[in-house]
């Protein structure tokens, strides 16, 4: 079966413009995760969501970040006005709900602010 | 201080060599630990977890916890090349998050 998907792959973008980066998790799974991995370093939470719960925001690094879910599947997390620490590798994973130890992640976005 | 520290490594050892990689919590409410392998350029993947103290032993592969001095293992026996990643430690408590330790990269020399 599929797994988690992410795209795009790469995205090469200038300071100050917007992006945003989609994640379609395996198809089932209730919870949805963002992680944040820069260069050498390991996963910073970002966000997640459960079922129709409310997101639990409490890792975004700022008023810049902000990620959505749909119908309770695709995500969207988006980067305002971009700024070149904000480099790193964005991960995504998603579970059967958030009780479970075992994520599935994707392969990541890798984005770099020029 | 970080929850969780991990020695990023590298970690260089010869094919066949038994490989220990540790990380340290500082939260005593941890209940779940795991170990992730991250290949270059993937996501990473749940290869052990266990519960509470003891080990436990997949294959070539034991996890060990120990609770009372907050320091949690994993061994790699017979070591190959195909091992060479980094490795993630990650723990949470009755809540909900996970916490990831930094990870150690690996190199498996044939």
């Known amino acids: 079966g599929a797994g988690v998907s992410q795209s795009p792959s790469n995205k090469v973008t200038e300071k100050g413009k917007d992006v945003e980066l989609r994640c379609d998790p395996i198809s089932g799974h209730t919870a949805l995760y963002w992680y944040r991995q820069s260069l050498g370093q390991g996963l910073e939470f970002l966000i997640y969501f459960q079922g129709n719960s409310a997101p639990d925001k409490s890792g975004l690094p700022s008023d810049r970040f902000s990620a959505e879910r749909t119908g309770g599947s695709v995500s969207t997390l988006t980067i305002q006005r971009t700024q070149q620490e904000d480099s790193a590798v964005y991960l995504c994973?998603?579970?059967?709900?958030?009780?479970?130890?075992?994520?599935?992640f994707g392969p990541g976005t890798r984005l770099t602010v020029l | 201080q970080k929850e969780v520290e991990q020695d990023p490594g590298p970690l260089s050892v010869p094919e066949g060599a038994i490989v220990s990689l540790n990380c340290t919590y500082s939260?005593?409410?941890?209940?779940?630990f795991m170990w992730y392998r991250q290949y270059s350029r993937k996501g990473p993947e749940l290869l052990m977890y266990t519960y509470s103290s003891g080990n436990k032993e997949d294959g070539r592969f034991t996890a060990q916890v120990d609770k009372s001095s907050k320091y949690i293992s994993l061994f790699i026996r017979d070591s190959q090349p195909s091992d060479s990643a980094t490795y993630l430690c990650a723990m949470r408590n009755a809540g909900n998050m996970l916490t990831f330790g930094g990870g150690t990269r690996l190199m498996v020399k044939p």
């Open positions: 939260n005593s409410a941890f209940q779940y």
């Open positions: 994973a998603s579970s059967w709900d958030i009780t479970y130890n075992e994520q599935f």
